[in-house]
Structures are given as structure tokens and as C-alpha cells.
């Protein structure tokens, strides 16, 4: 078989336009459901000038729903001579910073109840137990509590208080001497896949640590096959504790989007697959008369969810 070319591509001409064009017109979604929210008067009201800094907020562990605005100072800008110049592409690149941040999230719906952004030189304990009654006061009474957290709150104390509390958890524990000799004697038989991560395995066994309540006895062990990390991109801590906070708050708006607004298959969809459905959609913006009317692309799959969703966030009670 031969296929014959009749003819080269089409020549393309680039030419501007006057419409208002966006390749994220569904983000008006989030728009108005902030907006019905009321969470920019609430951040108003929560925010807390600090004069003389670029950045405001409260880094208290108590008070995650906190985040930063722009001082109005002015910035002057003065020449540039060739020697400064050399001086600046001269010195060294700045040494990189850590952090250390908390964070707890509801597993059922996936909010964020408490963060606390802390220096990279802090301990890993430090600060888990007022962190940990602070996310804990956020949460409904009378709801059942299966608390689970990494080794940093491994301790008698966090312990202790989730025992008085009579919370149900499960807490990494370090790999101390003695956890690695009671994991040794796990019969090979004992040991099963486990969905955590590909390549890991768990066991279950009784165990009781002596610095930890008399009542903690029944333990499972999970070797992972791999470490996660996350970034910050900052060097000064305020502007990395409000970068935190704001992505904080855009992940809870996505969250009360899927619970409230989207349909109810889209409740287990994480960001990536609402971005390439309901965000990224192309659009026109321009206005009929006195209304601003906003055109998404013929070809829309889903067009029809899309207005619903939009329907109902306009008939949510005003916050």
C-alpha cells in the first residue's frame, strides 16, 4: 500500500486577539465557592499585621487558619555599578534550608484540621503533644478518633494522653535496639504484602515498650520500600509558613469542592484528575449587556456537570 502526499501542511498565521482567552476557566468553580465561603473576610479577620516584615500571620500551633499579606511599603531602586555587579554573581550560593513541618489531616475527607511549620533543626518531637491537642479540640465531640502518626510523636507522653483520652491509634515506633530484636523474632510465615506501598510487607505481634502505658500491647510492624519528601522554596521561615498556609487552604477548597458542589463519583478523585476535568478548561470571557458571561469550548464533555456544580455552590447558605 502507498499513500500518496497531494499537498503540504497548511501554513498557520499568528495573529493576536482582543478576546479575554484562559486555559483554566473552571477554576470559577473555586472562585465563587470561596467566595460563598466567605474565606477571604475570614482571613482578613484572622490575619495579624506585623509591622516592619513583608509577611504576617500566627505561627502558633493553635491557629493554623492564619496566612500573610504584603506590607504597602515601597521599594526604591538605586544603579547598579559594574563593580557591585561582580560582587554579586561572586558570592557564594546560599546554603540550603530545612524545615520541619506538621501537618494533620481527617482521612475521610482529607481537610486539614492543624499545621504548624517548625526551623529544620527542631526535633522531631518537639512540639507534637500541644500540636496534637490542638487538632484534636477542632474535631466534633462525640466522633470516634482512629488516630495514626508517624515516629515523630512516639513517646510516653503523646502516649499517655491518647490512652486517657481512650483514642484508638497506631504511632511508628523508631527502630531502637529493642524494636529490631522483637521484629527479628517475627516468624518469616508471618510476614504478608502490604498495600501501604509496592514492595512492602507487615506483621502483626505483641509488644510492650517501657516507656509507654501499661494498655499498649498489640503492635504491626510495616517495612516500606521507599521514603517520601516534600520541599518548601523559600529561605526565610515566615514566607515558607505562609506558602504552606495558602497551599493548605487552595487543598481544602478542592476538598469542599468535590464534597459540595461536584458529583458524588468525583469524591475520591485527587487534584490532578480535578485540574484535567473541571479546572483546565478552555474558555472565553466576555460580557452581554451588564453581565460578564464566561464561554467554555464547544467539545466540553462535561459541560452539564459543570454548570450543576456551579448551581449548586450559588444555592449554598451564605457563610
Avoid at 14 to 34: N, T
Avoid at 71 to 98: F, G, I, L
Amino acid at each position: 500500500m502507498t499513500v500518496k502526499v497531494t499537498a503540504g501542511p497548511a501554513r498557520v498565521v499568528v495573529r493576536r486577539s482582543s478576546r479575554e482567552i484562559s486555559a483554566h476557566a473552571g477554576l470559577v468553580l473555586v472562585r465563587e465557592l470561596a467566595a460563598n465561603l466567605s474565606v477571604s473576610e475570614l482571613l482578613e479577620r484572622l490575619t495579624r499585621r506585623r509591622w516592619g516584615g513583608s509577611c504576617a500571620g500566627s505561627t502558633s500551633a493553635t491557629s493554623p487558619s492564619s496566612t500573610w499579606r504584603s506590607t504597602s511599603t515601597r521599594a526604591t531602586s538605586r544603579p547598579t555599578d559594574r563593580r557591585a555587579r561582580a560582587r554579586a554573581r561572586a558570592a557564594p550560593t546560599p546554603a540550603k534550608v530545612c524545615w520541619h513541618p506538621l501537618l494533620c489531616f481527617v482521612a475521610e475527607t482529607g481537610e486539614w484540621p492543624g499545621a504548624k511549620l517548625r526551623s529544620g533543626r527542631a526535633a522531631a518531637q518537639t512540639g507534637t503533644t500541644a500540636f496534637l491537642d490542638g487538632c484534636l479540640r477542632r474535631l466534633p465531640e462525640g466522633v470516634r478518633i482512629l488516630l495514626r502518626a508517624d515516629e515523630g510523636f512516639w513517646g510516653n507522653p503523646v502516649l499517655s494522653g491518647l490512652e486517657e483520652r481512650e483514642i484508638t491509634y497506631a504511632v511508628g515506633a523508631p527502630l531502637i535496639a529493642s524494636v529490631k530484636q522483637r521484629i527479628s523474632e517475627v516468624p518469616e510465615a508471618a510476614w504478608g504484602p502490604c498495600c501501604y506501598r509496592e514492595g512492602s510487607q507487615v506483621a502483626q505481634f505483641s509488644w510492650r515498650p517501657k516507656t509507654c502505658p501499661s494498655s499498649a500491647a498489640s503492635w504491626s510492624a510495616a517495612i516500606p520500600s521507599r521514603r517520601a519528601s516534600n520541599n518548601l522554596h523559600a529561605q526565610i521561615f515566615n514566607a515558607n509558613w505562609a506558602y504552606l498556609l495558602l497551599a493548605l487552604i487552595a487543598h481544602d477548597l478542592l476538598v469542599w469542592l468535590k464534597l459540595l458542589a461536584l458529583p458524588e463519583a468525583e469524591r475520591a478523585s485527587y487534584a490532578k484528575r480535578l485540574r484535567f476535568r473541571f479546572s483546565s478548561v478552555a474558555g472565553s470571557v466576555g460580557r452581554s449587556g451588564r453581565r460578564l458571561v464566561l464561554r467554555l469550548q464547544a467539545g466540553y464533555a462535561l459541560f452539564g456537570e459543570f454548570v450543576e456544580a456551579l448551581t449548586r455552590i450559588r444555592n449554598l447558605a451564605t457563610a
